[in-house]
């Protein structure tokens, strides 16, 4: 903690959270400024830290499962789907045509969710009080079609080593179809309240640039790498759980500020609406678990899997000693990775513009502090 | 193999981790490791020579065991010459009875290749492994997690910190022998004001 610099007359050491509605939980920034200009910060994170890779050593590869949902709680299936994957992996199973067809649908019912929820209070932290609740309206239906799969809304424990824990219920098609008809007209209503709002452009254009360069340098992966022009994104790139059947294009921006990291976010609505249709309209029949014995033991060995989770590269590094714990379940949240980049976007901007990067990092601290 | 049903209580957990092999009726099975032969990997032979222990493909994922004082000029190496521009994540896992006790991880892609490599090296308790930080900004949060979950400093960080445990917490979680149940008595009672932590 820089001390010192109250002596300096023209600095001023500014604390800002752990308790502040902009910082999206319980993020504390230490600002340094001279007037209102950030002349550089210091994150504290670790305040929702709960010791999650030590729980994994003393639980079962089944037993943690539903441990991973707590991570980015936004985006709860995402997180299932990665764990499954990298234990998958380590086994050398993979889940049948038909689960990986459910697991590609309520994952991008989630992501839709998640950015939903990013949306709304991203703009109700620039001033915008009116997406959010647009948003969360749709948010809903998105959740109740989880709700109505798995019982629980956010932290759904949706997947099981090796496939899905229930078929589908009936209807299950058709209101994914429903959904992704209803949802593509709303996107076009957020953006006709802030795409060309001055405001809007106003608070969020050339603020918190990162190149193309820059993300590469800070490991920043998902749609903050994509605004800065780099086409990537794993389900193309690696693509895992089918996702290279689908036909679906990965938006991209040049400029690499808040304002297209928007654009791009919007657009990915769009894409993952156009998954999940596609997805359900060829929904395969068949079994959803693959042969997994009911006490997991992975041979020894390690894998590392990671998928494109809303908020960038999601991955699980696991290590199994051959018995039915893991040896070790490392996280790699694209969210902590992220927030590193955090300083070097704020540094010389206002500090105003703090709390516009903060939003448009999307970051959630359970996944940033495990 | 007889399958016991053996949850493992919350109520009552093991004082330490399971041990690695607690007498099953046969020894674990245990995935093949093939060599790995690519270009990447005849290339980093030829620069590196016997630098580079091992190159093995394990459930199609590459990774090479390195000597430990080479393992930043090899990530920076691949960054330069390989187009390996992005190191994904740095850790480490403990194995306490050895006597390199641990493995330190690094997983590094290239955007150009679109592909994945993992440099792994060993290294004993107290050894300061050079920092990555020159060669990728993002090691820098990295290692100081590597720092707070197991105590391993790196030589060289800018800023070598705890990170998500407070800065008076004492022990290394992530270490094996670091129970579950414990938690720093002195910093809860200095800084919750709770009598007893749990």
Redesign the interface.
């Given at each position: 903690m820089p001390e010192t610099t109250f002596l300096d007359a023209t600095e001023l050491v500014l604390n800002m959270g752990p308790q502040h509605p902009s910082t999206h939980g319980v993020l504390r920034v230490v600002l340094k400024l001279d007037g209102e200009k950030v002349l550089g910060t210091d994150c504290v994170?670790?305040y929702l830290?709960r010791?999650l890779?030590?729980?994994a050593?003393?639980?079962?590869w089944v037993?943690f499962n539903p441990y991973v949902d707590r991570l980015d709680y936004v985006a709860a299936v995402s997180n299932s789907l990665a764990y499954c994957l990298a234990v998958e992996?380590?086994l050398?199973v993979e889940a049948p045509p038909r689960a990986q067809a459910v697991r590609v649908i309520l994952t991008e019912l989630n992501r839709i969710g998640s950015h939903l929820l990013w949306l709304g209070t991203h703009a109700l932290d620039i001033g915008a009080i009116t997406p959010v609740f647009y948003c969360f309206r749709e948010r809903e239906e998105s959740i109740k079609i989880l709700e109505k799969y798995c019982g629980a809304r956010l932290t759904t424990h949706a997947f099981r080593i090796g496939g899905l824990p229930a078929e589908p219920y009936d209807g299950f098609q058709k209101d994914v179809l429903a959904f992704c008809e209803m949802f593509l007209p709303k996107v076009d209503e957020y953006e006709e309240l802030l795409t060309n709002n001055r405001i809007w452009i106003g608070r969020l254009q050339n603020v918190g640039v990162l190149t193309a360069g820059e993300c590469?340098?800070?490991?920043v992966t998902g749609p903050m790498l994509r605004a800065a022009g780099?086409k990537?994104d794993i389900r193309k790139?690696?693509p895992y759980s089918g996702y290279d059947k689908y036909d679906f294009e990965i938006p991209t921006r040049t400029n690499g500020d808040t304002y297209d990291r928007y654009l791009v976010r919007i657009q990915e609505m769009r894409q993952s609406a156009r998954i999940a249709r596609q997805a359900a309209e060829s929904l395969p029949d068949g079994p959803i678990m693959a042969k997994v014995?009911?006490?997991v033991?992975p041979?020894?060995?390690?894998?590392?899997v990671?998928i494109e989770a809303p908020k960038g590269?999601l991955?699980f590094?696991v290590?199994s000693?051959?018995?039915?714990?893991p040896?070790?379940v490392?996280v790699?949240p694209p969210s902590?990775?992220n927030l590193?980049a955090l300083d070097r976007m704020v540094r010389g901007a206002l500090i105003a513009d703090v709390v516009a990067v903060i939003g448009t990092l999307d970051i959630v601290l359970g996944e940033v502090?495990? | 193999m007889p399958d016991e049903p053996k949850p493992t209580t919350p109520a009552a957990p093991p004082a330490a981790p399971a041990p690695p092999k607690a007498a099953p009726p046969k020894p674990p099975a245990v995935m093949a490791w093939t060599p790995l032969e690519s270009e990447l990997a005849t290339e980093l032979k030829r620069q590196f020579g016997d630098r580079v222990v091992e190159a093995s493909s394990y459930v199609g994922q590459s990774f090479f065991v390195v000597k430990r004082d080479e393992v930043i000029s090899i990530i920076e190496y691949l960054k330069v010459e390989a187009n390996f521009d992005y190191l994904v994540d740095i850790t480490a896992v403990d194995w306490p009875k050895r006597v390199e006790r641990f493995d330190l991880i690094y997983i590094v892609y290239s955007f150009a290749l679109n592909e994945r490599i993992r440099i792994k090296t060993t290294i004993p308790d107290g050894f300061r492994p050079e920092s990555a930080v020159r060669v990728h900004r993002t090691a820098n949060w990295l290692e100081r997690e590597v720092f707070d979950m197991f105590g391993i400093e790196f030589a060289g960080h800018p800023d070598l910190r705890r990170i998500l445990l407070p800065e008076e917490w004492q022990g290394h979680p992530l270490r094996k022998e670091y129970p579950l149940l414990q938690q720093d008595q002195d910093w809860v009672q200095t800084n919750l004001d709770i009598e007893r932590g749990q």
């Open positions: 994170i670790g830290h010791g890779e030590k729980v050593e003393n639980r079962t037993q992996k380590l050398n590469k340098e800070y490991g780099v990537w790139a690696l014995s009911k006490v033991k041979p020894v060995g390690e894998a590392y990671s590269e991955g590094y290590v000693d051959g018995s039915a714990q040896y070790r490392r790699r902590f990775v590193q502090d495990r | -």
